[in-house]
């Protein structure tokens, strides 16, 4: 006969945890030791009493619906919280208010077409150049001067080709309004046979070339801009630099996931939106100042 | 909290993608998974709508750790790791006064808990609340082995849930379900 069991053993057993080896040798022990046997009718009797006391605790229903929908909200909302952190656009709105609040109806009315009018061209711009690269080496992205330029430049692969278009600076004509569409037609033969060593995303070239024109562009009489406007151009471009440089870390670590890219290139839009509004802020203020 | 949580689920749309990473997708794991954390929970916090924070909180945990989850085979005693500290974390910051039972009773009924007539609600109420007064008595780990193992976890889950080995956990099942029969006995839970 084997030894008595002890109270693990016997736990272990009715609880259906142990090898079956030792399950046999159990229920033979069991079937021969009388000591042991009363100890298995006090285990099942006080496993049914737990059973039965805690079954009202565990048969009260489960609110499946309501639960699974918190968790939803709260997944949701988590998912917006990281969007939000990636893609600071919280700044520009509150800037864009502030561009409207000194501005004059006219400023709205013709920066709105402005951007509709530039965005427009640099479509077009894009799309011929999309077509020509094919046949020929990539152009060169266009010069990177500034200090939101180079914020940009450091988020991407610091080897950014050197300085080639001249016929990209375009002087400030103040007078002019309609110049956007006028400016990127001129530049338009810039095919340079630079090699292009950052790896840049599908599309990001053209919202690249399109920041350094503007950015030139309105760096070109900065200091005839309004203290106050400059002021709020610099605190925006450093958040929309800011969300450019982690949507991109962002969307080069996860290549596969569109949603990266999406914001990646959400955040281009809101920088090209500033300078766009910037520069048809100063073109249609600056006569007057 | 109840009024503004339902504004906000009533704002978001239904349709979130919950991606799946691992052998089991967060879908899946709610779906196989919400009523033990739910009940778990319950059992600790003693308050419908407290385990249904503790459990909203356990499954953004869930979604936050897609990816350093353990696998499906032990995705449960993690859940119920996870439970365990969310609840007593709940429990230390409320106070343990009759308002809350009381707030249990109300929102139950308010949530439509007990369904039965009210003799039955009556009785079932007593007999949950025996039973937690008896759990109330047994010492830890024991009174989390008896929860999980009524829940129907194996040892080694129950284990892994408590960070115990594994070899302890039948003596620890054996010792707590005694206790429980002696103290439930006492109260007079035995009919």
């Not at chain 1, 061209?121 to 200090?147: D, E, F, Y």
């Not at chain 1, 692969?157 to 375009?170: D, F, H, L």
């Amino acid at each position: 006969m084997t030894r008595c069991l002890d109270e693990a053993r016997l736990q272990s057993y009715f609880d259906g945890e142990l090898s079956i080896d030792l399950m046999e040798s159990v229920t033979s022990h069991l079937a021969s030791c009388v000591t042991c046997a009363a100890a298995a009718r006090e285990l099942e009797e006080e496993t049914a009493l737990l059973t039965t006391a805690l079954s009202a605790e565990f048969e009260v229903s489960v609110p499946t619906e309501t639960l699974r929908q918190r968790i939803d909200a709260a997944v949701l909302g988590e998912r917006v919280a990281v969007a939000q952190a990636t893609e600071k656009r919280s700044g520009l709105a509150a800037f864009f208010s502030g561009v409207l609040n000194f501005g004059t109806q006219r400023t709205l009315g013709f920066a709105s077409l402005a951007v509709v009018i530039a965005f427009g061209a640099i479509v077009g711009v894009v799309m011929m150049r999309t077509g020509k690269q094919i046949t020929s080496n990539p152009p060169a992205v266009t010069p990177l001067k500034s200090t939101d330029v180079q914020q940009l430049a450091n988020a991407t692969p610091p080897s950014v080709p050197s300085p080639t278009e001249e016929s990209v600076v375009v002087p400030a004509n103040d007078d002019v309004p309609g110049v956007r569409p006028e400016k990127f037609r001129r530049n338009k033969p810039s095919t340079n046979a630079v090699p292009q060593p950052v790896k840049l995303f599908p599309g990001e070239r053209s919202y690249l070339q399109t920041i350094a024109r503007l950015d030139t562009t309105i760096n070109s009489n900065k200091r005839e801009m309004r203290p106050s406007l400059r002021a709020e151009y610099e605190r925006n471009l450093a958040v929309v630099d800011r969300a450019i440089a982690a949507t991109r870390s962002a969307a080069k670590s996860n290549p596969n996931d569109p949603d990266t890219a999406d914001f990646m290139f959400a955040a281009y839009q809101s920088k090209v939106d500033l300078l766009n509004t910037i520069a048809d802020a100063r073109v249609s203020n600056g006569p007057r100042h | 909290m109840n009024g503004q949580a339902r504004a906000l689920i009533e704002s978001m749309p239904n349709d979130i993608g919950t991606e799946a990473v691992g052998p089991l997708s967060f879908d899946e794991a709610f779906t196989l998974h919400h009523r033990a954390v739910f009940r778990t929970a319950r059992a600790v916090v003693r308050d419908s709508a407290l385990a249904e924070d503790v459990t909203q909180e356990v499954f953004l945990r869930l979604y936050r750790n897609l990816n350093s989850t353990p696998g499906e085979e032990l995705l449960r005693a993690w859940l119920l790791r996870v439970t365990l500290n969310v609840a007593r974390n709940t429990l230390r910051g409320q106070s343990r006064s009759m308002v809350r039972d009381n707030e249990y009773h109300k929102t139950t009924a308010e949530n439509g808990f007990f369904v039965d007539a009210p003799e039955d609600d009556y009785e079932r109420r007593m007999a949950i609340e025996e039973a937690r007064r008896a759990l109330d008595k047994i010492k830890e780990p024991m009174r989390s082995c008896l929860l999980l193992k009524q829940q129907g976890l194996s040892y080694r889950e129950i284990a892994t849930s408590l960070s115990l080995k594994e070899t302890n956990i039948g003596s620890l099942v054996a010792r707590g379900r005694k206790e429980f029969a002696r103290v439930y006995g006492k109260i007079g839970g035995k009919r």
